[in-house]
């Protein structure tokens, strides 16, 4: 069983998963990627905790071959569903038990592919089961946040290579994301704006940090880039949360095919690169519809964290955003 | 020449260093460790900038041989010290010009050893010098904060094997520093205590994170710990200025002896692991003497991070604090 627990200072929640530790040094073999036997691939479905939710071929029973989206409990959770939600004080410092959802969503039957290299449709999938999957548990009303995420290739803490997405469902906000609607609040009460709405002005106006531009979408770089070659993807129209899309399917599909286009783009500037990607929605809490702004991050995983990252929060990006959008504007997508 | 760029949703500031970008890929190089030619070592001195200080034998020119400990200006800063310091808006995004120091100080002249194989006393010697550049830059009244920090191992984002550690002093204040700043302040406001004095307090009482005490120092496993085997080490009496050691060789030479301690035993437990040092100590603002408690945090990096915690903030962390603390401990140090 897992446990979270505050940092009383920064009051950053972390969660503690002993589950995977043991010796010392044996977590850092955890990390290391299993090639010989893949549990994701065809006629290895038995070796996954149960499937909750799979795309198939009318006819083919759960748990078997025949799907081309399926999304199974992590094996390995960080959080468990069957936890008592439970919040305690420990002399200055706060825990919760280990509550929340940890489920894996693998994208494809094949194993050796990305999301590069799949077609629009297969991606088109893929979302679709990140949506069901978030509105089925958005409905656990212990659930604060949702947060959709992909890890591609060991850098970027992929433990298998078979292209899969994940989904952790937390009791509490995260950090990250109260620190951005912290940010878009502040603004909101300064200006009467949506700061995502001011950002994607100005992009729209500069143009030189936008890679593409759809007609609900734009993916570019953001100004203050804390990576090489950061994409952050936003729909045009205000909306604060991801899974209301889930009502216009041809918003999904042009949402696949920029995601598409953005990581065939990765593939030709960048090689192949381990990245991870996120999905920002607004937490459930009432009345920041017209504060927050969901959108998408993808961040190359290109160079190390240092020491004056840890210790200050400031990073050194070596790769001006109008510099990285231009290389990936440039290339040409067959 | 270096820009610094704010994120106007999350107010992180990002430097823009491009001196190091190039074609894409380039940086991926400039991160590998080049084993062939060391800058750092005797005879190489001239390969460098010209030294800003060394400890070095009497009767031995300055760039020459003869040092045990030397600090040079960063080959390739993030960050420069000529610049005119010069702030300005960009549409809704703010920028200000790349000011500030970037010095590297060799730690020894041997090549091929670490913190945890140096003596004591050398590890005093390197302490020296970061006090005396640390009080130097800071007459610089256009400096608020001074970052020292270290990087060991490739993992940890060192590019060169021989010991090193950095100083980086920037026009503003850090993004981690503020948010530890305004969580000791709001502590300090509802308590009337020094935060990281009460958490002092309670290691000491519950013993089980506590690795080892001195007269003047504590090191410990923080109850939240975002990494397996986070050690960090404070000054018992309440202090918020790192550089006030300056007044007592014997509290420095104290702290080199439990920072070797805590190296020696990082390497019998996890067989020298890369790992981050950053020393926190109070910005360069006014009658926040009482609210801060300069510290120093040891990462050792033996995993990578994954979309989840860049998406949410949240660290997943495998190995519970209280059994780090044992496994160091346990350890006998010769």
């Known amino acids: 069983m897992s446990e979270l627990r505050k940092d009383p200072i920064t009051r950053r929640w972390v969660i503690i998963s002993t589950e995977r530790a043991g010796r010392p ?4 073999k955890s990390e290391e990627v299993i090639e010989n036997f893949c549990p994701f691939d065809y006629g290895n479905e038995n070796t996954t905790p149960s499937e909750i939710l799979s795309f198939r071929r009318p006819n083919t029973r759960p748990n078997t071959s025949g799907w081309w989206v399926r999304v199974v409990p992590n094996k390995f959770p960080a959080l468990y569903k069957d936890a008592e939600l439970k919040k305690s004080g420990h002399g200055m410092y706060d825990k919760i038990t280990g509550f929340g959802y940890h489920e894996v969503i693998i994208e494809t039957p094949e194993h050796n592919t990305s999301f590069s290299k799949m077609s629009d449709k297969q991606i ?4 679709w089961a990140y949506l069901k999957r978030f509105v089925e548990i958005k409905k656990d009303k212990k659930v604060k946040y949702i947060q959709i995420f992909k890890n591609h290739g060991k850098e970027a803490g992929a433990s298998l290579v078979h292209p899969h997405s994940q989904i952790i469902a937390t009791p509490i906000v995260p950090y990250n994301i109260l620190e951005e609607l912290n940010g878009a609040e502040n603004y909101y009460k300064f200006k009467d704006r949506c700061i995502y709405c001011d950002i994607i002005e100005q992009e729209i106006m500069e143009k030189d940090r936008v890679i593409q531009k759809t007609e609900n979408f734009i993916a570019f770089e953001p100004y203050a880039a804390r990576f090489p070659y950061e994409t952050w993807i936003l729909p045009l129209k205000h909306d ?4 209301s899309i889930e009502r216009d399917p041809n918003i999904i599909f042009e949402l696949s095919s920029i995601l598409h286009t953005v990581f065939k783009k990765f593939d030709k ?5 381990p990245f991870n990607m996120v999905v920002h ?8 519809e017209k504060i927050f702004h969901w959108h998408i991050e993808i961040i190359p995983r290109l160079t190390n964290l240092a020491g004056f990252e840890w210790g200050t929060g400031f990073y050194i990006n070596s790769v001006l955003p109008e510099k990285a959008a231009e290389d990936l504007r440039r290339e040409e997508i067959l």
């Open 281 to 288: 929605t607004a937490p459930f809490i009432e009345g920041i």
């Open 25 to 28: 040094n044996n977590y850092i």
């Open 240 to 243: 604060s949360n991801f899974e």
């Open 269 to 273: 500037t960048l090689g192949n690169p």
């Open 124 to 127: 088109n999938e893929v979302i």
